[in-house]
């Protein structure tokens, strides 16, 4: 079992930026793929960033590309999300997930691919 807890979470202008961190307890973190997704009001669940459990390879939604950065940290147990140039739209509860994997070199995207979720952490960016 691994329990994930987001925060760093807020209001900013538009144009701010924000960085979220995400802990991870439990199992062992540095086999787990990471990724970050997102959900606006009345909106479904999509895909922002993810992070082998190695750190070697990213992959971003088309919206956040050369924006927001995912990192990750396995001696702290934890990723991250920094974020720039926000905007009004990228203003949703944001949830990081893990995914438990033996390639270390393997990212996933799709949100029925993650084993375990945190609680979310809210982003508003304000015209």
């Known amino acids: 079992q691994v329990q994930l807890v987001e925060s760093g979470g807020g209001l900013v202008q538009a144009g701010g930026s924000l960085r979220l961190s995400c802990a991870a307890s439990g199992r062992t973190f540095n086999m787990y793929a990471m990724g970050w997704f997102r959900q606006a009001p009345g909106k479904e669940r999509e895909f922002v960033a993810a992070?082998?459990?190695?750190?070697?390879?990213?992959y971003y939604s088309d919206s956040v590309k050369g924006r927001f950065t995912i990192s990750r940290d396995n001696a702290k147990n934890t990723v991250y999300l920094q974020m720039n140039s926000l905007k009004p739209e990228d203003t949703a509860v944001y949830y990081c997930?893990?995914?438990?994997?033996?390639?270390?070199?393997?990212?996933?995207?799709?949100?029925?691919?993650?084993?375990?979720w945190g609680q979310g952490t809210q982003v508003t960016s304000e015209p």
């Open positions: 997930a893990a995914k438990g994997t033996y390639y270390s070199g393997t990212y996933y995207v799709a949100g029925y691919e993650y084993d375990y």
């Open positions: 992070i082998s459990w190695s750190g070697s390879n990213t």
